[in-house]
């Protein structure tokens, strides 16, 4: 998803405002409740990388990939003062090839929800999909059409947007609703949607099949 203002946000004197340099609360949360499988990590959307970081920290082998040269080169220098070893990649998720091994986790802050189009995020999900190793799980975090009118901050996607999108090619497992933490932006409404690699397809739904036995 080309879009002309993600590099330059990193290029200005301000960090941008999703820029927290604070590790994600909600990724925290799932790993203090030993949530999380352990392994190999993908970040999509790592923006300068304050989460990748943190997961190479505790031992995950680590992807992170952003469609912001300029967030990368902060990534890079941010994983070099810590000492921990990220691979980190600039490019766009839905289109560039990833050539990694399966992934135990894959998360985004943020990403899916960028993409406006049900087609575009179809087209996430199953890359994703692709990604996941077979006990894999996706942490996704959405702003959400839930709280008040704001001017500003995260899209808005409804549950059904998330739903039509991730359960075609996703098991979702959870999707509860939450916050960001924002700093200026205050803290939006949020998905926090987890899902799984499927081991069967998804099944029509009963209201779909009009003509067949009632029970």
């Keep these: 998803m080309?879009?002309?203002?993600?590099?330059?946000?990193?290029?200005?004197?301000?960090?941008?405002?999703?820029?927290?340099?604070?590790?994600?609360?909600?990724?925290?949360?799932?790993?203090?409740?030993?949530?999380?499988?352990?392994?190999?990590a993908l970040e999509v959307g790592c923006d300068t990388g304050t989460n990748a970081v943190w997961l190479a920290q505790?031992?995950?082998?680590?992807?992170?990939?952003?469609?912001?040269?300029?967030?990368i080169e902060r990534a890079r220098r941010r994983a070099a003062a810590a000492n921990v070893r990220c691979r980190f990649a600039a490019l766009d998720f839905l289109s560039d090839r990833i050539d990694e091994?399966?992934?135990?986790?894959?998360?985004?802050?943020?990403?899916?929800?960028v993409f406006d189009t049900p087609q575009e995020q179809r087209r996430f999900a199953e890359r994703v999909a692709g990604l996941l190793a077979p006990k894999g799980l996706w942490v996704s975090l959405i702003g959400s059409t839930e709280g008040g009118p704001r001017e500003m901050g995260?899209?808005?996607?409804?549950?059904?947007?998330?739903?039509?999108?991730?359960?075609?090619s996703l098991e979702i497992r959870e999707l509860s609703a939450t916050h960001?933490?924002?700093?200026?932006?205050?803290?939006?409404?949020a998905w926090r949607c987890i899902s799984a690699r499927r081991e069967v397809p998804?099944?029509?739904?009963?209201?779909?099949r009009m003509d067949g036995p009632r029970t």
């Design 180 to 189: 960001f933490e924002l700093g200026p932006l205050g803290n939006p409404a």
């Design 101 to 113: 091994r399966p992934f135990d986790l894959v998360f985004d802050l943020g990403c899916f929800h």
């Design 2 to 40: 080309p879009h002309p203002d993600w590099n330059e946000s990193y290029l200005s004197a301000a960090p941008p405002p999703w820029d927290t340099g604070s590790v994600e609360p909600q990724l925290l949360e799932l790993w203090n409740a030993q949530r999380l499988p352990r392994g190999r």
């Design 154 to 168: 995260p899209p808005r996607r409804s549950a059904r947007d998330v739903v039509n999108a991730i359960e075609p």
């Design 202 to 208: 998804a099944q029509p739904s009963t209201a779909d």
């Design 58 to 71: 505790q031992g995950y082998d680590v992807v992170a990939v952003d469609i912001a040269p300029a967030a």
